[in-house]
């Protein structure tokens, strides 16, 4: 990031080199791109099959049912391995597309599996990298699986304010499994059905809002 003569923050590409689509492995993408939003979900399991990664593709689906996107779903296995770099510019080509894509979205479902009680590192250090101004007044789902029912509330005590830190706008609906509430990769469990419906609605409301337009911090990256 540079000052123009004029004043206004001027994005420079931090990577060597330009990077092609084959740097990718082949995140799950759908709908037209043309007149769609571009809805990224991004997941932070380290594994497959996982169930943060259908959780997370639960909300997916249900926000595709309500409008017109163009979704990309990425995890932290499709950054591979090597994002242990303290810095973007050393992070490999598929980490970086990830985060690029992250900040390029017009809306984010995020969510992570709880290690011991939070989010788990390596979801925060791909995070981490995200420029700090990317996500202001970005709609956001916050979700997060664990191992049973008693951290449910890690989205809002971990989650959301990392995400506050953004000034992204969260929705007020979280999205939260336990392990009995995933099954063979879907959601089997009525109440999560709910507020994964809920949820995908909230996140259509602040899509129509787009409060990004009038605020002073986004004009001033573009
Ligand atoms: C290192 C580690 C720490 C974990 N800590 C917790 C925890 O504090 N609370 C919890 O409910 N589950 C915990 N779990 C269980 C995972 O959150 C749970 O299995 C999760 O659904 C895995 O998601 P995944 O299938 O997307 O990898 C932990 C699992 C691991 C591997």
Wanted: hydrophobic fraction near 45%; include cysteine.
């Amino acid at each position: 990031m540079t000052t123009s003569p004029a004043g206004a923050l001027v994005r420079r590409p931090s990577f060597k080199r330009p990077i092609t689509p084959d740097d990718v492995p082949h995140p799950i993408s759908c709908g037209p791109p043309l007149m769609a939003v571009r809805i990224v979900a991004f997941s932070g399991n380290t594994h497959r099959p996982s169930r943060t990664r259908a959780l997370v593709e639960a909300v997916a689906t249900e926000v595709a049912r309500l409008r017109n996107v163009d979704l990309k779903i990425f995890d932290l296995v499709d950054a591979g391995t090597g994002i242990a770099v303290a810095s973007r510019d050393a992070l490999p080509l598929p980490a970086a597309r990830i985060v690029e894509a992250i900040e390029g979205a017009d809306a984010l479902i995020v969510g992570s599996p709880v290690y011991k009680g939070a989010y788990s590192g390596l979801f925060k250090h791909l995070i981490d990298f995200v420029h700090p101004e990317a996500l202001v007044g970005k709609p956001v789902v916050l979700a997060a699986t664990g191992g049973g029912p008693r951290h449910a509330l890690v989205v809002e005590h971990a989650l959301r304010p990392l995400f506050g830190f953004f000034s992204a706008q969260t929705v007020p609906t979280s999205v939260y499994a336990g392990d009995t509430e995933i099954v063979d990769g879907r959601v089997s469990d009525a109440i999560v059905l709910e507020r994964v419906a809920r949820a995908a609605a909230e996140l259509d409301v602040l899509l129509d809002l787009d409060l990004r337009q009038s605020d002073p911090r986004i004009a001033a990256a573009r």
